[in-house]
């Protein structure tokens, strides 16, 4: 019943209810919030110690890069829990979609509930990535699709899953 509730929730939100790892992920923000202090203290130096304007262009470097990683990181924290939808033109099922999926990934492990119309695919680890959980839930004529990484952050694995993804549901 709880899983039933899950699914329902995630038909409705299009996105993934957090649980306790997914706060956990959170403590990489620290790195780019850390590099931006970095850059504030250096402005205060400069009005502390008068110094001389180049440490104060200086500092407007890392408070850049520091915002910018913020952002960056920020944003693909909140894309591992989003689910896309993804149209089913060829009207795949999911015993055929699951032998799609053995084909075109490198699987640990898949896992199907029909009632649900939920499928879930553990990836093995790669040169980018600590593997992945793919989840598609079948929603009407659509599959909503997302792709999470074990670590934080991938450089943009997680997004190669769902292309393959909307490769066999559309081609």
Request: aromatic share 12%; net charge positive.
């Amino acid at each position: 019943m709880a899983e039933e509730n899950y699914v329902e929730g995630i038909k409705k939100t299009k996105k993934m209810k957090r649980q306790f790892e997914d706060y956990l992920n959170y403590f990489i923000f620290i790195f780019p919030l850390g590099i931006t202090f970095i850059g504030f203290l250096m402005i205060i130096d400069f009005f502390r110690h008068n110094s001389e304007i180049g440490q104060l262009l200086i500092s407007f470097i890392p408070i850049s890069l520091g915002l910018l990683f913020a952002y960056f990181t920020l944003k693909r924290l909140i894309e591992n829990i989003k689910f896309e939808t993804i149209e089913n033109p060829k009207n795949l099922d999911l015993d055929k979609l699951k032998v799609a999926i053995e084909n075109y990934f490198r699987t640990n492990r898949i896992d199907i509930n029909k009632e649900l119309g939920l499928i879930e695919v553990s990836t093995k680890l790669t040169g980018f990535s600590w593997g992945e959980r793919i989840t598609i839930i079948k929603d009407g004529s659509t599959f909503l699709v997302n792709s999470k990484p074990s670590q934080p952050i991938t450089i943009y694995k997680d997004r190669k899953n769902i292309k393959k993804i909307r490769e066999i549901l559309t081609e």
